[in-house]
């Protein structure tokens, strides 16, 4: 091998590296070639993590011969029942959405988006969710974001299939991790919790603010939704929960004395 070939390999293998850990995930997917072609598009760009949530039908022969030479990735999918599971251990979750709902989020462009999920630093995955065909994702899964990623189209026909968002999110990753890192530095001391503890809290704080009256019990969601993007934003270390979790405790102790 010349030195030239041999610095080829090199640079595809730190490529590789860069995007080992993003977690590319299809929530609810309809039909199967739209998996397979998925898989395709991943593979074309070194993106080796697919996670389908409740897929209605897979595996499937559809999926296969749409992967069109990618059926390893198929072969390694993740299969999960739920959006939770599909997150555990991601230290950053990007929703791809292309309406706007009531309650607006932080947005990125797909460039944006694709340099801030390569500068994760933290030994966890990132997930980037991409909904049911038809709605997209819902209200519910926008929740478990921290940011939504908008994919700017032709305003007068914007009609983009899964496997096409996919690929143009694909490809701004790899030029990402072809290009040099951003110069961002976290503080050494910070590593934000994973999803799953994200929503662990999130039940804490909600039965918390039942328990001290704060919460209206017959119209939860809409506080809640303002709250988990407040914290969502923030998106705290582990020291930091135990922190919050350890005043939501206490709040739960002094509420029940107050009732006794």
């Excluded at 039908?57 to 069109?68: G, I, K, L, Q, R």
């Excluded at 989020?105 to 909904?131: N, W, Y």
Aim: aromatic share 4%; hydrophobic share 45%; with cysteine.
């Amino acid at each position: 091998m010349n030195s030239k070939a041999a610095q080829d390999n090199r640079s595809e293998a730190q490529v590789a590296a860069r995007l080992s850990s993003i977690r590319i995930v299809l929530i609810n997917t309809t039909h199967p070639g739209n998996i397979g072609a998925t898989a395709r598009a991943m593979k074309v760009m070194g993106l080796r993590q697919l996670h389908l949530v409740a897929p209605k039908v897979f595996p499937s022969a559809e999926a296969t011969a749409m992967a069109s030479g990618a059926d390893d990735l198929l072969q390694r999918a993740v299969v999960h029942d739920s959006l939770e599971s599909a997150l555990e251990g991601c230290s950053l979750v990007l929703g791809t959405s292309a309406r706007l709902r009531s309650l607006s989020m932080p947005q990125m462009d797909l460039r944006k988006a694709a340099e801030s999920a390569l500068a994760e630093q933290h030994g966890r995955d990132i997930a980037i969710l991409f909904g049911m065909e038809r709605y997209g994702l819902t209200n519910e899964e926008i929740q478990r974001c921290h940011q939504l990623v908008h994919i700017d189209t032709n305003p007068d026909y914007g009609s983009l299939n899964l496997a096409q968002a996919v690929q143009v999110m694909a490809y701004e990753l790899r030029m990402a991790a072809i290009g040099e890192p951003g110069t961002h530095v976290e503080p050494s001391d910070w590593a934000p919790v994973d999803a799953g503890q994200m929503e662990l809290f999130f039940t804490h704080l909600e039965q918390t603010l039942l328990d001290i009256q704060f919460l209206n019990p017959d119209q939860p969601k809409r506080l809640m939704a303002r709250l988990r993007r407040l914290f969502n934003r923030a998106r705290p270390d582990q020291n930091e929960i135990n922190i919050l979790r350890g005043i939501l405790a206490a709040s739960q102790r002094a509420a029940k004395k107050d009732l006794t």
